[in-house]
């Protein structure tokens, strides 16, 4: 099993930056990747970002240029840097990490990100 906590959610003003953190436990063994997903209410749970241990990263294009996502594999931790943040960025986050085969696949309990005047 793998735990996933997930911090750095807020309310930033647009154009700032939030830095989101993902913390895994557990059997990180079995980790290949891990991502940011987001989900609006009544829509699904789509990819902003993710990361193999290899460190190929791929992103959402509406977020090319503006985040960046990146590993710690030291502390078993995923981060997304969210820059020139824009209200339409506003969602629940949600951390996910994967197997290679995607056999087995965990969540984060979400973040709430809110960009606004």
């Known amino acids: 099993q793998v735990q996933l906590v997930e911090s750095g959610g807020g309310l930033v003003q647009p154009g700032g930056s939030l830095r989101l953190s993902c913390a895994a436990s557990?059997?990180?063994?079995?980790?290949?990747?891990m991502g940011w997903y987001r989900q609006a209410p009544g829509k699904q749970r789509e990819l902003v970002a993710a990361i193999t241990n290899g460190g190929r990263a791929n992103y959402a294009d509406s977020v090319k240029g503006r985040f960046t996502i990146s590993r710690d594999n030291a502390k078993n931790t995923v981060y997304l840097q969210m820059n020139s943040l824009k209200p339409e960025n506003t969602d629940v986050y949600y951390c996910?990490?994967?197997?290679?085969?995607?056999?087995?696949?965990?969540w984060g309990q979400g973040t709430q990100v809110t960009v606004s005047s």
């Open positions: 996910n990490a994967r197997d290679l085969g995607a056999t087995m696949i965990f």
């Open positions: 557990g059997s990180i063994f079995s980790i290949y990747a």
